[in-house]
């Protein structure tokens, strides 16, 4: 069994961890905006400028078929939907 006492001087440089933290950084740079958009979608109307990520009352009624009704010819000119 080897300990970080006895571990090679190369295992324990600080480059190393200056990389594993840049790398920890950009993770969460790019997984934070998904978890949001995630959680913006189960939200509610009353709730989406709450600061929590998680929503109080989970919801998916801006998701049911009626909702997008509008769309069902296509988008219009400047994606603006069709009437």
Known sequence: ???ATTLPARALR???TVWFLASAVLALMTVAPLLW??????KGPDEIF????I???PSNVGHSPGHVAHFRNGPGPHGM???
């Open 14 to 16: 600080p480059a190393g």
């Open 1 to 3: 069994m080897t300990d």
């Open 81 to 83: 939907p069709s009437r």
């Open 55 to 57: 929503p109080a009352r």
């Open 37 to 42: 958009m995630v959680s913006i979608a189960f």
């Open 50 to 53: 709450d600061p929590g990520l």
